[in-house]
């Protein structure tokens, strides 16, 4: 009954006409609890929600138990689970999904009274939530088994609600159809308020498919566009599979204007695994003059895995003449997995015309836990003239507590010509618990 109520209204004379016309369809005749007709596509919001960066714990464990039992149809369970992690964990910040989806397994149940009170406190307490929308059309379907005609009543009285449940309605229907619609109010000179947009432009991404590529780009283009809509947007385009999203992400990026989505622009091609993103991040933190950004791309190939990455770290090293980013870059190097990574820090400890760089260079060869760091303080201790580094290597020497480098101490205490050298031999060699340390300081008093 319902797909013929909507068939007969499809070619309604104007665009409200098809919106109201689906959404007034939508709630009176929706045929079964739980939005049985979307399930798959909330399970594929969930699922994605679930794997979002950053979240991790105990509570983020029972969270995803809930999942489970949701994706299996085990309702009883699952609504135990939430119940759980909702008293559990009162201020997490996925408390507003585990109620939408503890009402959510309460409708599939037939307890709909309590599932319309779980929805009433996500969308009390939670007004700017992902899952508000999802609530209202649940507690839209449900009016009628709890007889609350005042939920109906507060969507049909809200034209921005019902013109959301109705575009979420039309794609499920007629996606071509919801295109079009959405097409219409994203145009740069709709009228339709930030809401209906945000909502246009998140149905694009999740239902339209490639036919929503385009209209997705020409809103991330439309700089004169609201700041979060265009982010939407670009969420969307980074998502997609495939070449065009990258090239697209790229394309955005070099034309855009505003520092704050310029950044989110450079986090998805920093987190990307393309080529063409990486090669553009390493672009980035070689040309631009933006000290941050330079700062921000550099971050971006230091984390990222493979060989390429190091080879730009030590060309970015070489070319670099900010010494706080050239220091910087130095930590990415000294940390870097790459076999090379010690050599070119010793390198740059023996041949560096910059003071600070071979200062810093000896910091991390000192931080190396092995005897080839060890040996190669020795030799650097030995070849250098600068007294004020000598005693920086001194420092890196009597941290170590190595018999090697106790006896490296033992002989600068008794041969250096520095006697503020040979006071810090002996300080460090005073500082060790090894006995060998107390055998060559009685050692010394003994030549003495």
Do not use: C
């Amino acid at each position: 009954m319902f797909y013929e109520f909507i068939n007969r209204y499809r070619k309604s004379a104007s665009l409200f006409g098809i919106i109201l016309t689906v959404g007034v369809a939508m709630a009176a005749f929706i045929a079964g609890p739980g939005r049985a007709y979307g399930f798959a596509q909330d399970i594929d919001k969930l699922n994605r929600f679930v794997q979002t960066p950053g979240q991790s714990g105990a509570a983020l464990a029972v969270f995803r138990e809930g999942r489970d039992l949701i994706q299996q149809e085990k309702w009883a369970e699952a609504a135990r689970r939430f119940t759980g992690f909702i008293r559990k964990y009162p201020r997490d910040r996925n408390l507003d999904a585990a109620l939408y989806w503890l009402a959510y397994a309460e409708v599939r149940q037939s307890q709909h009274r309590e599932a319309d009170r779980r929805l009433a406190r996500l969308i009390r307490e939670f007004p700017r939530s992902s899952w508000v929308d999802d609530a209202r059309l649940l507690r839209l379907e449900i009016a009628r088994h709890t007889g609350n005609d005042q939920a109906i009543t507060d969507e049909l009285d809200k034209d921005e609600e019902i013109k959301m449940v109705a575009l979420q309605s039309l794609f499920q229907i007629n996606r071509e159809r919801a295109i079009e619609v959405a097409a219409d109010i994203l145009k740069p000179n709709s009228k339709s308020s930030r809401r209906i947009k945000e909502a246009a432009v998140n149905m694009l991404g999740r239902y339209g498919g490639d036919q929503a590529s385009a209209m997705l780009g020409s809103v991330a283009r439309n700089q004169s566009e609201d700041e979060k809509l265009r982010e939407q947007a670009i969420y969307w385009i980074v998502n997609r599979k495939g070449e065009q999203g990258v090239e697209t992400v790229i394309g955005l990026y070099d034309a855009e204007k505003n520092p704050q989505i310029k950044e989110r622009l450079m986090y998805w091609l920093g987190n990307s695994k393309d080529a063409r993103a990486q090669a553009k991040i390493d672009e980035i933190a070689l040309s631009t003059d933006d000290r941050e950004v330079r700062e921000r791309a550099i971050h971006w190939i230091a984390n990222r895995k493979g060989e390429g990455s190091f080879d730009t770290l030590i060309k970015l090293y070489d070319a670099e003449k900010d010494p706080q980013i050239k220091e910087r870059l130095m930590y990415w190097i000294a940390n870097s997995k790459d076999a090379r990574a010690r050599t070119r820090i010793e390198e740059i400890a023996r041949t560096s015309e910059d003071r600070n760089a071979r200062e810093r260079a000896i910091h991390w060869i000192g931080r190396y836990k092995d005897e080839q760091a060890t040996n190669t303080l020795i030799q650097l201790y030995d070849a250098q003239t600068d007294e004020a580094l000598k005693e920086r290597i001194l420092y890196s020497l009597g941290r170590r507590g190595t018999k090697p480098a106790l006896q490296k101490l033992f002989e600068i205490a008794k041969n250096d010509p520095s006697h503020k050298l040979r006071q810090r031999a002996v300080h460090y060699l005073g500082r060790s618990k090894d006995p060998e340390a107390a055998r060559l300081l009685e050692q010394l008093l003994i030549n003495k």
